[in-house]
C-alpha cells in the first residue's frame, strides 16, 4: 500500500526542520518560537473538537444574519423605472 502524500509532505518537512536545527531539540523549539514572532496567527486557534465546533457555529451565524440582510435589501429596493 501507498504512504499518504499528505503523510509523505508532513514527514518530509519534519525532517527538514530537524536537518536544520541540527537534530537538536533545543534549537528546534528555538527556532520555531523565532518563526512563530516572524508569521503571526491572523485568526482563531482551535484547541480541541469544541472550539472548532463553535467556531463554526458563529461562521454558520455570520453566514445566515449576511443572508438574510442581503434578502432584506433586495425587498426594499424599489424597481428602477423602465426607460
Do not use: F
Amino acid at each position: 500500500m501507498k504512504p499518504d502524500p499528505i503523510l509523505e509532505e508532513v514527514w518530509k518537512i519534519k525532517d527538514d526542520l530537524a536537518r536544520e536545527a541540527g537534530y537538536d531539540i533545543h534549537q528546534l523549539c528555538e527556532n520555531t518560537r523565532k518563526w512563530m514572532v516572524q508569521h503571526p496567527h491572523p485568526g482563531p486557534v482551535v484547541h480541541n473538537q469544541e472550539d472548532l465546533r463553535l467556531l463554526s457555529n458563529e461562521a454558520e451565524r455570520k453566514r445566515n444574519d449576511a443572508s438574510i440582510a442581503l434578502r432584506e435589501e433586495r425587498r426594499g429596493k424599489s424597481p428602477e423605472p423602465n426607460s
